[in-house]
T-cell receptor
Framework: AQTVTQSQPEMSVQEAETVTLSCTYD???????LFWYKQPPSRQMILVIR??????QNATENRFSVNFQKAAKSFSLKISDSQLGDAAMYFC?????????????FGTGTSLTVIP | DGGITQSPKYLFRKEGQNVTLSCEQN?????MYWYRQDPGQGLRLIYY???????QKGDIAEGYSVSREKKESFPLTVTSAQKNPTAFYLC????????????FGPGTRLTVL
């Protein structure tokens, strides 16, 4: 089974600054998808960004971008111009493109604090 | 609006009682999932279902049971055999296509008294 590792249980960032959350994964597959989810205090899981493994270009969604290093099996999330509303738990997730049935594999999460 | 509903939001149960958590989706998704979330452990998969009348055990299925009689519904029963049921439970669904993310319900907080 695939494993997803988030080695930073907690991170903090000053408002308006940039922070990077780390994620590594272990797989023998060449085709897969990676996701970052945000879970604010309401506990509603929200998709932040998605990356297709076959794409070399890093995904970007407004202030959120990823650094996808396929050979290193690394998938970090960069949050620019951090805002108070970014404070949340962030989960990295992996989904195989070829496995059936499709399971999602989640990391243990990183708790992000935004300091005013 | 399309989405996933879970009820109730908070649930209290006495030890030794079975309890059923509801999950309904109107997204027309084939696959549905149940996760348990405990502090510091991320999301752990309990059961998942790809089609009606079929489901598979996840990593922590012991003490839980599910059914999938309708595409829209995937209820989870927490039985008295579950030794430590107090947790936050999340239901999710997704399209079969691997490109698609999981959509999540708002969750149910179960507390055993």
């Amino acid at each position: 089974a695939q494993t997803v590792t988030q080695s930073q249980p907690e991170m903090s960032v000053q408002e308006a600054e940039t922070v990077t959350l780390s994620c590594t994964y272990d797989t023998s597959e060449s085709d897969y998808y990676l996701f970052w989810y945000k879970q604010p205090p309401s506990r509603q899981m929200i998709l932040v960004i998605r990356q297709e493994a076959y794409k070399q270009q890093n995904a970007t969604e407004n202030r959120f971008s990823v650094n996808f290093q396929k050979a290193a099996k690394s998938f970090s999330l960069k949050i620019s111009d951090s805002q108070l509303g970014d404070a949340a738990m962030y989960f990295c997730a992996y989904r195989s493109a070829i496995e059936f049935p499709n399971q999602f594999y989640f990391g243990t999460g990183t708790s992000l604090t935004v300091i005013p | 609006d399309g989405g996933i509903t879970q009820s109730p939001k908070y649930l209290f149960r006495k030890e030794g009682q079975n309890v059923t958590l509801s999950c309904e989706q109107n997204l027309n998704h084939d696959a549905m999932y149940w996760y348990r979330q405990d502090p510091g452990q991320g999301l752990r998969l309990i059961y998942y279902s790809q089609i009606v009348n079929d489901f598979q055990k996840g990593d922590i299925a012991e003490g839980y049971s599910v059914s999938r009689e309708k595409k829209e519904s995937f209820p989870l029963t927490v039985t008295s055999a579950q030794k430590n049921p107090t947790a936050f439970y999340l239901c999710a669904s997704t399209e079969r296509s691997s490109y698609n993310e999981q959509f999540f319900g708002p969750g149910t907080r179960l507390t055993v008294l």
